[in-house]
């Protein structure tokens, strides 16, 4: 017998995907992208297209040590939406965390 299935509850979140990224590569800087997925509960192929987003927009930038990367972000970059943009994302992530550990807080 078949067990029925449990009514699907709406999993919106006020933070983005890209934000929740950001947020684990701050708390844990050598997180692997397949960790992060599971954190984020998102597919591996969607964390490595965020996480080229960010480093497009000069938020996050990784350092290879090994055959692992170390991520670094930099706190100074505004968040980028209008309505946000005069905040940085150092900001958003001293909001959620209390010691993100990957953040640069000077841009190099």
Request: proline share 6%.
């Amino acid at each position: 017998m078949k067990k029925p299935e449990k009514p699907r509850r709406s999993r919106w979140t006020f933070l983005t995907n890209h934000a929740h990224v950001l947020i684990c590569l701050a708390r844990t800087p050598e997180m692997t992208l397949r960790e992060v997925s599971l954190a984020v509960d998102i597919t591996e192929r969607a964390v490595q297209r965020i996480v080229a987003d960010l480093e497009q927009a000069g938020v996050l930038q990784h350092v290879r040590s090994g055959r692992r990367n170390h991520y670094e972000i930099r706190g100074t970059e505004p968040l980028r939406h209008p309505l946000e943009a005069h905040r940085s994302a150092g900001d958003l992530l001293g909001m959620v965390l209390d010691h993100p550990a990957g953040i640069k807080s000077s841009q190099a």
